[in-house]
């Protein structure tokens, strides 16, 4: 199968002070179309970079990431608006939610982004958050949903684009194991139903063992890639 | 603990330049008026007595008319008479213009003294030449004015006189010591019978300088020589005088004042806005500071020495700024108030006092602006301002809102209060009270908005919600931060009042000047003595005017002679115009009176005519008496009529001249109004003036349009200040709205950066933002001019309670047009800078910020 995430040599530095820090060093990955992979590793083992990197939010210091066979460094800030918001969708640990928007419009944040606003498209986020299980709070405020409703919302939003790649940053940090269970039981109908391509990063190994594969990160580099049994 | 101060707000000052010089801006901009206004008022008065007191020498008394038409010179011999007065020393005095060929040079102050005794009471150092003689056209000039023009001990000067242009000896040049230090050096002194031909005064005298008797004290002799004289005069000690001054400085001391006030609390408002964005950037580092054990008044120590160290600075620029400032505030002013004519310009320097004052002021304001956001900080807990702000709506506050209507009704009931007829009025307010009444009712209307801005913007745009995403962000943040979003427009909306009213009333008395001019003003020229109105004491005579008649062309030549007369212990304007001439091209636009009467009444010389703002002062109306003051006593006229005028506050009292010429013992003529035959032109008949007898005069002739032009750019000019001050305001509220946009784009630092995620353009995010700015200034302006066009008609309304102007309302369309334009147009430029660091942002440091 042909990869659809392919990291040539990334690395990415910043610099601190006078300080230069490495957060990654010559990571090399290729993530095939409908793989579900888990990035591991240790705090400020670079897997969050990593994960920013490939959802094009920031630019790599050397290397070269393909997106879809796309040179991302090549793309201009609009190109890369609009790769984020038509072939990504984003789970964040925080949920991120904007709060004066309800459910609904949150979910619809990247179709209204994009302009859209036709019928089908609000039919479709509605159905998102529907199966999520928030069908029957479309009007409430993200001040009135629980963490656990808010990451659904969230993952309803990430899904409304129907995009092509999953990006999720320890979406179960921030819930109890049983919404961190639930959260984890869409990503895999995502990837087993719509055939959509996941790359979650988590510290979590029970977390990780939904991957078909875990990518272990230390100091910024690849220490360790190992298949599900 | 230094080094954490120096951690903390050295560094921090460093690494923000832009925003500490915004600040230092801020402070400069307060004091450097407030330093100018201070020396010039200073200057003013020090000068004046300066002059008074070098010019008087000797002299422990002055007796002085109190009339400006001087008295008569037989008085000198009982002010001689009167026991303990050892000398008395006349003078005539005035100002008038040195021409070099038939171009002016200077203005200089002439002293006519009695030359063989003059120097008895003052000081001559005679650095060349001698001492002016007897008769005959020699004058004494300052050796610095001498030097400055390159005239030397016995060339001749050219001075403008009432017989017109006339060349004078210089016998001699004094030194700066004694007389010679007189109104900044720019004096001259000459025989007083010659200053007598010069300014017209035959057998007048203008002041007489005593000295007193060894052993007699100066109050018994004041008091002897006031009872001699009688209360057509005034006795004074030299040091003592400048009440008259400081009287013609209250109106531009006001102004300078208002100017002031403004400007520093547009200073106030710009670091305050600068404070709380440095204090909202170091939100997380002083979280940090309070949670690692830092106390809550060290940090507010911090703050407040942060801006104790800016203030400084500013404080010390607008100092200096401000001496720079003064010499250019009291040119501009000189136009309008008398007392700065007087002031010798090098006078303005800085004192110790007012150098203090001003380096004290700027740490103080800039303190006083940033412990508000500094105690809003420290008040949070270290664990709440570690975590990001993420407001939603807030809460409707009931009490808020009942007080904001209430202040609305009030301060709205107070200002339609003001613009009711007179007749209707329960209460009779004094013109203080009105004043108070009126910036009263515009505080409470003001504060009342204020309140229900916020609760009366949420219910709005929690309504609007857009569906289009853009709008929909902008405006559910304005709505979350209803307060600040309140500010940031109240800030435009009170620039935009001012802008309103003052074009309202701009307008208004503006039509109201071409109305009068075109009812009132029926001559075609004005044909006067040069420097007509300019501080100037060199008049024409009736022999000017009758050769003025005989010019072919000229059908009539109306006599006109402007000065002042004591009423009621009040300076008035006193007009004395030949009726029998002027009521043949001229008549009054009347307020009160019968106007069949008016002409039998004022010829009949019984009869004065006041204006409107003599009416309004002196509370006078049709059929009232009036007692004027004439050096031989009071005088006593019936008010023929109130008529419609401009001019000063006090206002103008007409008289016919033969009364006047009769009553005051004053033949000079300040010019004349000419009307044309028909078929002659304005153009022809002035050159036939000038060449046939102007020559040597240096007359100024004014055609009836130049004369209207003159008065509209007057009245443009009185409203230019307020103007100046209104767009100062205007840029200020702008800076207001960009500096709550940033504020807002850090607050909101993650919310920005996940739209950039879920592929917000870089466009779409800085829309957002000029959508914020665009909507807060098009919200003040439409605020703002409505108020502003109701207060400037509660203005122009309430005008003739404090002018007795009677003003028709114009509405200053294109005013409202060009305020919310402008008001639009400057929130969409400076959203460019908040949009710009919005966008720019890093979506990584976004999304991380916790």
Known sequence: MKAQVTLENVAKCYTKGTMEIRALDGVSIDVKRGEFVSIMGASGSGKSTLLHLIGALDRSTAGEIYLEGKALSSLSDDALSDIRRERIGFIFQQFNLLPTLTSFENAALPTLLAGRARREDRERVREMLAAVGMGDRLDHKPEELSGGQMQRVAIARALSMQPAIILADEPTGNLDSKMGEETLAILKECQESYGQTIIMVTHDAKAAAYGDRIITLKDGKVVEELEAI | ?850
Request: hydrophobic letters at 45%.
């Open chain 2, 1 to 850: 603990m230094l080094s954490v101060f120096g951690q903390f707000s050295l560094r921090f000052i460093k690494e923000r330049k832009g925003r500490a010089a915004a600040t230092v801006f801020g402070i400069t901009l307060g004091i450097v008026v407030i330093v100018a206004t201070a020396i010039v008022n200073r200057s003013t008065l020090a000068s004046f007595k300066q002059m008074v007191t070098t010019s008087a020498g000797k002299a422990e008394l002055q007796v002085l008319p109190s009339v400006r038409s001087g008295f008569d010179a037989k008085y000198v011999n009982v002010i001689s008479g009167v026991r303990g007065v050892k000398g008395a020393y006349p003078v005539v005095t005035g100002n008038t213009r040195v021409v070099k060929d038939a171009r002016d040079v200077d203005t200089l102050m002439i002293y006519g003294v009695d030359a063989s005794v003059d120097r008895k009471v003052r000081e001559y150092d005679l650095s060349k030449g001698r001492f002016i003689g007897g008769r005959g056209r020699e004058i004494v000039l300052t050796s610095q004015w001498a030097s400055d023009y390159g005239v030397k001990a016995e060339n001749d000067v050219t001075l403008l006189t009432a017989a017109g242009l006339k060349s004078f000896r210089v016998v001699g040049l004094i030194s700066d010591k004694g007389a010679g230090n007189t109104n900044g050096g720019k004096f001259a002194v000459t025989d007083i019978e010659t200053a007598r031909e010069m300014f017209t005064r035959a057998g007048r005298v203008d002041q007489v300088d005593v000295t007193l008797e060894d052993g007699f004290k100066e109050d018994a002799v004041k008091a002897s020589l006031e009872s001699e004289l009688g209360k057509t005069f005034v006795v004074e000690r030299p040091a003592g005088r400048g009440k008259d001054v400081e009287d013609s400085m209250a109106g531009y001391q006001f102004m300078l004042s208002l100017t002031g006030s403004i400007s520093l609390l547009v200073g106030l408002f710009i670091i305050y806005n600068n404070m709380e964005i440095s204090v909202e950037e170091r939100r997380f580092s002083i979280a940090m500071m309070r949670a690692l054990g830092l106390r809550r008044k060290k940090i507010l120590l911090f703050v407040l020495g942060e801006a104790a160290i800016l203030g400084s600075v500013g404080g010390f620029i607008g100092v200096i700024l401000g001496a720079g400032l003064a010499r250019s505030m009291a040119m501009a002013f000189a136009g309008i108030s008398s007392a700065l004519n007087r002031v010798n310009l090098t006078e303005l320097g800085l004192t110790p006092g007012i150098f203090l004052t001003g380096l004290a002021a700027g740490p103080a304001a800039a303190m006083a602006a940033a412990l508000g956001p500094a105690y809003r900080m420290v008040k949070v807990s270290p664990m709440e301002a570690l975590v990001p702000v993420e407001t939603s709506w807030g809460k409707r506050n009931r009490r808020t809102i009942a007080l904001g209507m209430l202040l609305l009704i009030v301060g709205a009931a107070a200002l339609i209060a003001l613009t009711f007829p007179e007749k209707f009025r329960v209460v009779r307010l004094t013109e203080d009270q009105f004043k108070a009444f009126g910036v009263g009712g515009l505080g409470l209307l003001v504060g009342g908005s204020v309140l229900l801005m916020p609760g009366a913007l949420r219910a709005f745009l929690k309504r609007v919600a857009p569906r289009r995403i853009v709008p929909r962000m902008a405006l559910d943040n304005l709505g979350r931060v209803s307060g600040r979003t309140s500010a940031a427009i109240a800030g435009m909306m009170i620039a935009l009042i001012m802008m309103v009213s003052n074009a309202a009333q701009s307008l208004s008395y503006g039509e109201y000047t071409r109305n009068w001019i075109d009812k009132s003003v029926g001559w075609d020229m004005l044909v006067s003595s040069s420097y007509f109105g300019a501080q100037m004491d060199v008049p024409l005579d009736e022999e000017f005017g009758r050769n003025l008649r005989a010019i072919e062309g000229v059908k009539i030549a109306c006599t006109l002679r402007f000065t002042r007369a004591s009423y009621g212990g009040s300076m008035v304007n006193l007009s004395a115009f030949d009726m029998n001439t002027f009521f043949r091209f001229a008549k009054f636009d009347l307020q009160d009176g019968e106007g069949g009467k008016i002409e039998e009444r004022m010829k009949s010389g019984e009869y004065v005519a006041v204006s409107s703002g003599a009416a309004r002062t002196f509370k006078l109306k049709a059929g009232n008496v009036m007692e004027l003051s004439t050096p031989d006593g009071k005088a006593r006229f019936k008010v023929a009529a109130v008529v419609k005028d401009l001019g000063s506050d006090n206002g103008n009292v007409y008289i016919d001249r033969p009364t006047y010429k009769r009553l005051w013992g004053d033949s000079r003529v300040d010019g004349y109004d000419v009307v044309l035959k028909d078929g002659y032109t304005v153009e022809e008949v002035k050159e036939r003036i000038e060449r046939e007898i102007g020559k040597g005069r240096h007359l100024t002739i004014r055609t009836h349009e130049d004369f209207k032009k003159g008065i509209m750019s007057l009245v443009d000019q009185s409203f230019a200040l307020t103007d100046l001050v209104i767009y100062i305001a205007v840029f200020v509220a702008t800076v207001g709205i960009m500096n709550g946009a940033l504020i807002s784009v850090w607050q909101r630092k993650r919310e920005i950066s996940t739209l950039r995620a879920l592929g917000a353009r870089r466009r779409q995010v800085s829309r957002i933002l000029l959508t914020e700015a665009v909507a807060i200034g098009l919200t003040g302006s439409l605020f703002g001019t409505a108020i502003g066009m109701f207060l400037g008609k509660a203005m122009v309304e309430s005008g003739r309670v404090l002018t007795g102007i009677i003003l028709e309302y114009k509405a200053p369309w294109p005013v409202v047009v060009w305020a919310v334009a402008l008001a639009v147009g400057l929130s969409s430029v400076v959203s460019v800078i908040p949009g710009r660091a919005a966008a720019r942002s890093s979506i990584v440091d976004g999304i991380r910020y916790e």
